[in-house]
């Protein structure tokens, strides 16, 4: 296939093209292992002298064929799939981070990922600095110490949708010799692909508009290639790695060095593999991705402005309206569009917070985004509610915020129901 084609037909047209009589659709391999005729054949799949599949854990056709699109989509030189987003970026962090190490990372990103990041990473001796997403040059510069091996960010936050400086990020990142890695969850493939501008490694939950249809968790690492690990400060992928017969990635897999290494390593010792199943219906998501990605930004727009002129809503964060303070990087860095999720408070804080969404009768509260059912959920009780005070500042995340995750059914339905919860609580 070739990836000089339009991102709307790669969603459909790559990662398996069927030959004569095979089937059109990607088949579900639900098979945990292969069989092959001898076992010398086995051991150079092994030894890594040929390539094929031998065990589920490390590889699957299902899989492959996922992975090999959103290698494509994202610009990438490889991809690997994970049971879900939280292992993704755990698998992509400790692929180059070790005991002794440090993260630097902007403090909007997910509450898991804050969790993960200043709790359990910590008491595997990683240890982080956040930096406020909108830094400086030189705030970010003088937050990287000798034994940072990564700068980490969301291209648009959860839930602050915090639009970072790509550019800027991975300058700074790259000028200390460390790489960029990006959350590009929201934004997808289809608004913005960080890597064009400098990120070295994506990450994403799929669960969420990859999918798109809240029905798999799952989550993906995209390797970009771009980034040269040659540097005394990656020895895991420039010296052997004894538990693998003493491979040297960079030697052996050259641009796919970490994607590799993150796999044959990582993989096998951790097996956070999605089910092939889970990847199939991945697959289906990112089929159609396009098409919802864009009725998401054009309804989430809508209701945007809906609630900017209603006198009961206090703010409304969405980066399509100008008044939105991350409006000038989403037009440099998402032109086409942004997400579906929109945050916004109330006259009444916290307590109209709650009543609002027992009110609403289209939108479900649930504990995600992205679906394409309009969703909302109130952060700080949910999702957030681990964090302190001070870490929900830090976030972005304030007690009265409502995330609201626009879906794509009809625009007129959904703001007839926001209308009607209003006129429940501002009677
Ligand atoms: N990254 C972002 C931006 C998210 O929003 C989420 C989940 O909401 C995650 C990562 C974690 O993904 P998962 O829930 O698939 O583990």
């Known amino acids: 296939m070739s990836n000089t084609y339009h991102i709307n037909t790669q969603c459909l047209q790559e990662g398996y093209s069927p030959k004569n009589g095979e089937p059109r659709v990607v088949p579900i391999v639900q098979s945990t292992t292969y069989k092959y005729d001898s076992s010398v054949e086995v051991g150079k799949l092994f030894d890594l002298e040929e390539e094929g599949f031998f065990y589920t854990r490390l590889a699957n056709p299902t899989m492959d064929a996922v992975e090999q699109k959103i290698a494509v989509l994202e610009g990438g030189v490889g991809a690997l799939l994970t049971s879900s987003g939280m292992s993704a970026i755990m698998v992509a962090v400790l692929n180059i981070c070790n005991a002794g190490d440090h993260i630097v990372s902007s403090a909007a990103i997910y509450g898991g990922t804050m969790n993960l990041f200043t709790v359990t990473l910590k008491r595997f001796g990683i240890d982080v600095t956040l930096v406020q997403p909108d830094c400086s040059e030189e705030e970010l510069r003088a937050a990287i110490k000798s034994n940072t091996k990564v700068v980490y960010a969301e291209s648009i936050a959860n839930p602050s949708l915090c639009i970072v400086d790509l550019c800027m990020y991975a300058k700074v990142a790259h000028e200390a010799g460390i790489p960029f890695m990006v959350d590009n969850t929201f934004a997808t493939p289809v608004n913005c692909r960080p890597i064009e501008f400098g990120a070295d490694i994506v990450v ?54 970490y994607i590799r290494k993150a796999r044959l390593q990582l993989m096998r010792d951790m097996g956070v593999t999605p089910s092939a199943n889970n990847a199939f219906l991945l697959n289906l998501g990112l089929e159609t991705l396009p098409l919802r990605v864009e009725r998401h930004c054009e309804n989430a727009q809508k209701v945007a402005e809906f ?77 957030h509610r681990q964090l302190t005070d001070e870490q929900l500042v830090e976030c972005g995340v304030g007690p009265d915020l409502i995330r609201m995750s626009i879906g794509i059914e009809y625009i007129g339905d959904i703001l007839a129901d926001i209308q009607q919860a209003f006129d429940v609580i501002y009677k």
């Open 204 to 257: 994403h939950s799929t669960s969420k508009y990859m999918d798109g249809h809240a029905v798999a968790l799952g989550g993906v690492i995209v390797d970009g290639g771009t980034f040269d690990w040659n540097s005394e400060k990656f020895p895991g992928l420039c010296t052997p790695d004894e538990s693998y017969h003493g491979i040297i990635y960079t030697e052996s897999f050259g641009k796919q060095a």
């Open 307 to 383: 609630l900017e002129a209603n006198e009961h809503v206090t703010w409304v964060n969405y980066p399509g309206l100008e008044s939105c303070a991350f409006h000038e990087m989403a037009q440099k860095y998402m032109p086409n569009g942004t997400c579906g999720v929109i945050s916004f408070g109330l006259e009444g804080g916290r307590e109209a917070a709650t009543k609002f969404m027992d009110s609403l009768k289209l939108a479900s509260i649930v504990v995600h985004v992205a679906d394409a059912r309009t969703s909302v959920l109130h952060p700080a009780s949910t999702t």
